[in-house]
């Protein structure tokens, strides 16, 4: 569900629902470098989160699918990495006030 939400953004999206324990699939996806991955696990379904994990920064936390699907959409807009909600690394400038969860 997700994905799909994902996809009609125009965001680039992989499900891996492999056997492989979490930290496993985890550390797969760093050495893929892939840059932005989200966890969803029973806890994350029943709040209709998602945990975010950023290549470069590690831990960003948890976020509300559809605000955290936004953030995604115009960091790739504007071509900028997301490091935060609502912040982003383009030589260390903060554009953004953060949004509260």
Do not use: W, Y
């Amino acid at each position: 569900e997700v994905a799909a939400k994902a996809k009609t953004l125009g965001l680039r999206v992989e499900v891996d629902r492999g056997s492989e324990r979490l930290a496993k699939q985890i550390r797969t996806a760093e050495q893929s470098r892939v840059p932005v991955m989200a966890v969803v696990g029973v806890k994350e379904m029943e709040e209709g989160t998602l945990a975010v994990r950023s290549r470069k920064n590690g831990d960003l936390g948890s976020f509300k699918v559809d605000e955290l699907l936004g953030e995604l959409k115009r960091c790739d807009e504007v071509a900028e990495e997301m490091t935060k909600m609502g912040k982003v690394d383009d030589q260390n400038e903060h554009v953004d006030d953060e949004v509260k969860n």
